[in-house]
């Protein structure tokens, strides 16, 4: 029973990390920039989101800490040229879009990997 449970607690986890984190994530950045962004703007950004989340999250449950550096730094490579790529007027905005993103989807999946670590810590 406590594999079941331990299952549970994971993709649990995941699924908030990943779905709950792109609702909070969207809200933060729609608060912090209410006048949006037009269309074009780091364009796949949730799924990027959502994929770093899980990722994170799996790192924080397989205990590979470091597995959440090469996360930040592909991702940061990957964004590189796009964010280079802007006008002056316009890559502050989307540079500071990333960033906080970037920072809340890893906090908040960070502390959902540590909560989910826990609690397996508890029932087992």
């Known amino acids: 029973m406590t594999w079941l ?3 549970a607690v994971v993709l649990l986890t995941l699924a908030l990390s990943a779905f709950l984190g792109a609702v909070l994530v969207g809200w933060l950045l729609r608060r912090v920039e209410p006048e949006g962004y037009g269309p074009g703007i780091l364009r796949g ?6 994929l770093e989340r899980l990722a994170i999250t799996g ?3 397989g205990g590979y800490p470091e597995a959440i550096a090469v ?3 592909v991702k940061g490579l ?3 040229p796009e964010l280079r790529s802007w006008q ?3 890559r502050a905005k989307a540079t500071e879009r990333f960033i906080i993103g970037t920072l ?8 959902l990997g540590l909560i989910g670590v826990a609690v397996i810590a508890a029932i087992s």
């Not at 950004?45 to 959502?50: A, K, L, N, Q, V």
């Not at 809340?104 to 502390?111: K, P, V």
Request: charged share 5%.
């Open 104 to 111: 809340a989807s890893y906090i908040w999946s960070g502390a």
């Open 71 to 73: 996360v930040l730094a």
């Open 59 to 61: 790192a924080v449950f």
């Open 78 to 80: 990957g964004r590189y």
């Open 5 to 7: 449970a331990i299952t």
């Open 88 to 90: 002056a007027e316009h």
């Open 45 to 50: 950004g949730t799924w990027i989101g959502i």
